[in-house]
């Protein structure tokens, strides 16, 4: 079976271990490391396939992502707030931070509310931002409370 080359000249990218220092090799994605009775070559086809559609915002080894999901946007800022900055939620939550910051603000503009007070010091909810944070783990989209 012929397959296309997307990237001329790139060639196959590599397993190379989590100590790597080349941009251009997989750290921890192993295609013949067998988990649970499968390789994950096998395991990996449909997930990748589902989390850069659906539940990423299309980040990958070779960069940021480009999209963002409204309905990500309401336990982001639970996250944001549990996490009290928005680097350390995006590196909760696996996301890129410009992302979630403009998921943020994506979301505050379409409520019509602050729901943070943005500083140096980080991200502290605004009274607003309190009460929309309490909705969200009293509606039980959140589980977890704050």
């Known amino acids: 079976m012929a397959t296309k080359e997307f990237f001329p000249g790139i060639g196959k990218i590599q397993f190379e271990g989590k100590e790597s220092k080349n941009p251009m090799a997989f750290r921890y ?4 490391k067998v988990v ?3 390789t994950m070559a096998e395991w990996l086809k449909f997930a990748m396939a589902w989390w ?3 539940c990423a915002e299309g ?3 070779f960069g940021g992502g480009t999209k963002s999901f409204p309905w ?3 336990s982001d800022a639970v996250e ?3 996490a009290g900055s ?3 939620a995006a590196e909760l939550l696996f996301v890129a931070q410009p992302n979630l910051s ?3 603000k994506e979301l505050e503009a379409d409520l019509g509310i602050t729901i943070f007070d943005r500083s140096a010091k980080g991200m502290v909810l605004t009274i607003e931002g309190r009460g929309f944070v309490n909705v969200q783990v009293d509606k039980n989209i959140v589980k977890t409370v704050i």
């Open 29 to 32: 994605y192993d295609a013949n």
């Open 36 to 38: 649970l009775g499968k």
């Open 52 to 54: 850069h559609t659906l």
């Open 59 to 61: 980040a990958d080894q």
């Open 72 to 74: 990500n946007a309401a």
């Open 80 to 82: 944001v707030a549990k």
């Open 86 to 88: 928005i680097n350390k």
């Open 102 to 104: 403009r998921a943020i």
